[in-house]
């Protein structure tokens, strides 16, 4: 197994390097090309990108402290300040997947502000159009980040999956942790009607029986008469007092163990109790067994225990014999059902920058999105904002991405 895996593991190795050294479009080796073969964009006074024609320039920036983020432009004409109320300024933002953002502006102070939010990802191709002194003026520019592009076939040999982001139902739970006993009703003592001598015994300890099964032939002191004595129950002689020859006296003579059934005992703490219904489901992962087995909460004991914990109840079938009295059982308890309009699998989450993103896919491309997330439930996280309903995003080999888009050293440049 370990062999394998190392092989898996080279392989994803290979498929990186090439998709690093010989596979990188034009966006990422724009980026990640050497500094001296850029031109490093001309920054202005209030860190903005300057946009010159002839005499006449414009610094666009983005302004992001104290308020949400928002462009703002100065003009200048011969390199001298020119009055906001005299410029005529629009901008137009065309994101991954097309969709265009259209911004306006007002004066406001020594400067035109835009009307509304520039929201992340700050990844677009800017275009800006200023009219002055009757004059058109028109620029564009990229302004990419958190971006590449990987052919599909590249990543299906790589193994970059990915979903539509959209609703789920969150399923929180807790840990508990318990072992499995009898019910209260499991185990029937045997006696004789009538004391006597036990003419048979027809079974031993461990022997499985059927309900209705002659378990002891015995001879009464009284009649002289035989009689059986039947078993009451399918189960297992868990239990055998008497043997052939002997006298009944009054005495249990045979215990029965009724094992189809088991109920798994689980601990809940005093912090969680509150939070727990009857009806509630669980999922038990049984110590030595593969599968886990799902039944739901039916009743707790009435005394806790000594250290403070009550114990839910739970049943599980043993109908093929498999389990035992006394095994070790851990559980996720549910304790609440959220149905949530937008939520992302945490397969697909990681870091960027400050934020926790995913990376939504169009086309051949993928790009960031910056999540705020809410309630977190197994593989579920719910998403509050930052993405669309009916994205494609990366829920498989995310991490790829990631290392792509890193090393493509794309920066936040506003």
């Known amino acids: 197994m370990r062999t394998l895996m190392n092989h898996r593991f080279c392989l994803l190795l290979l498929f990186q390097f090439l998709l690093g050294a010989l596979l990188l479009t034009p966006i990422t080796a724009a980026a990640s090309a050497p500094e001296e073969q850029q031109a490093e964009p ?34 200048t004409n011969m390199d001298q300040p020119v009055s906001p109320t005299e410029v005529d300024i629009r901008v137009e933002l065309t994101r991954l997947g097309n969709r265009v953002d259209e911004i306006a502006f007002k004066a406001e102070g020594d400067y035109l502000r835009g009307d509304r939010v520039i929201y992340e990802p700050h990844s677009f191709i800017v275009s800006l159009t200023a009219e002055y002194q009757g004059k058109t003026y028109r620029w564009e520019y990229d302004n990419l980040e958190g971006r590449t592009r990987i052919a599909d076939k590249i990543a299906d040999a790589m193994g970059i999956t990915t979903e539509i982001a959209g609703g789920t139902t969150l399923h929180q739970t807790i840990r508990v942790y318990g072992n499995l006993v009898l019910p209260p009703d499991a185990k029937r003592q045997m006696q004789a009607r009538f ?17 209705g099964q002659t378990l002891i032939t015995i001879e009464s002191n009284e009649s002289l008469k035989t009689y059986p004595v039947l078993a009451p129950m399918a189960g297992i002689i868990s239990q055998q007092f008497a043997s052939s020859g002997e006298q009944t006296a009054g005495r249990t003579l045979l215990e029965i163990t009724r094992t189809s059934s088991l109920l798994a005992e689980l601990a809940v703490y ?19 067994f593969d599968q886990p087995v799902t039944s739901t909460i039916t009743g707790s004991r009435v005394a806790l225990r000594n250290d403070q914990a009550q114990l839910f109840l739970t049943p599980i ?26 939520a992302v699998k945490r397969s697909g989450l990681q870091a960027f920058r400050d934020f926790t993103v995913v990376y939504a ?14 309630r977190e439930a197994g593989r579920w996280v719910e998403v509050l904002s930052g993405l669309r309903p009916g994205t494609e995003y990366v829920v498989g080999n995310s991490f790829i991405i990631k290392a792509d888009i890193e090393k493509s050293g794309a920066s936040h440049d506003h």
């Open 195 to 211: 004391d006597g001598t036990i003419k048979e015994l027809h079974v031993s300890l461990g022997d499985p029986i059927r309900k």
């Open 317 to 342: 079938d043993n109908s093929n014999g498999q389990l035992s009295e006394g095994l070790f059982v851990t559980g996720d308890l549910e304790i609440a059902t959220i149905p949530v309009p937008l």
């Open 270 to 288: 005093p912090t969680d109790r509150s939070k727990v219904n009857i009806g509630a489901p669980v999922t038990l992962f049984l110590n030595g």
């Open 361 to 374: 896919k169009v086309g051949e491309e993928y790009e960031v999105r910056m999540l705020e997330l809410g």
């Open 42 to 75: 001309e920054k202005g006074p209030h860190r903005g990108r300057m946009l010159r024609e002839n005499d006449f320039a414009v610094e666009l920036a983005i302004v992001e402290t104290g308020v949400p983020p928002e462009f703002r432009v100065w003009a």
